[in-house]
């Protein structure tokens, strides 16, 4: 069966096609349909993820799956939150994963409550006007390091230190940080609620 992912980040698509493997589910992203992103108006992970489902679904007549992700960093008040995205832009950088870093690493210079969690809401719809969504979501709390740290994964991960491991994110092997992080949290809940209610 075909599912669409609604995103487009080679990233996210990577990782979620691993978990998705054992179901024999084959995620396409949206732009390979020619889909445009959806707007994200919302001011939580849920609703996000729900409208970017119902979108990718409406455009495709497929299943869709997806994911809004971000950082909540404590002493900011659970920010950037829905907006890790485009965190950096509020700092006058362009938006991209390394200037997100950079603006954040700028932002906690001299803070000493490094405390984050990294969130992931994963949505599932049959159809766009499927009346039961799977929603599932992955929480995993570290603290942001004082520099980027390893070189695999993307996002947040060369600074989002996870004290179990004493190591990043991004210093983890791929299928360690896959099987922990909050994304792999999610997709585990994902599946497990696919097998269940869609197979």
């Given at each position: 069966?075909k599912?669409?992912?609604a995103?487009?980040?080679p ?6 096609q691993v ?8 995620l396409?992203t949206?732009g ?5 992103e959806a ?15 119902r979108h ?8 869709a ?13 659970g920010l ?10 509020r ?8 200037n997100?870093v950079r603006a954040?690493?700028?932002q ?7 405390r984050?969690a ?6 599932a ?6 009346p ?33 491991f004493?190591?990043t ?6 299928e360690?940080?896959n099987a922990n992080s ?5 997709a ?7 097998r269940e209610?869609?197979?």
């Amino acid at each position: 069966m075909k599912i669409v992912l609604a995103s487009n980040n080679p990233g996210k698509l990577a990782e979620l096609q691993v978990m998705f493997a054992p179901l024999g589910f084959e995620l396409i992203t949206q732009g390979s349909l020619g889909i445009p992103e959806a707007p994200e108006p919302f001011h939580t992970f849920i609703e996000n993820a729900l409208a970017k489902a119902r979108h990718a679904a409406e455009h495709s007549g497929l299943p869709a799956v997806a994911d809004d992700a971000g950082l909540c960093v404590d002493v900011f008040g659970g920010l950037p939150g829905v907006q890790t995205a485009f965190y950096a832009t509020r700092f006058g950088y362009p938006k991209s994963d390394d200037n997100n870093v950079r603006a954040l690493l700028e932002q906690m210079q001299g803070v000493d409550n490094r405390r984050a969690a990294m969130v992931s809401t994963l949505v599932a719809v049959r159809s766009a006007q499927d009346p039961e969504p799977l929603v599932a979501v992955g929480r995993v709390v570290g603290e942001i390091a004082r520099e980027r740290l390893g070189t695999n994964g993307f996002g947040f991960d060369p600074v989002m230190f996870i004290p179990e491991f004493g190591l990043t994110f991004a210093q983890l092997p791929i299928e360690v940080k896959n099987a922990n992080s909050h994304r792999g949290r999610a997709a585990a809940a994902m599946v497990a609620l696919m097998r269940e209610q869609w197979l």
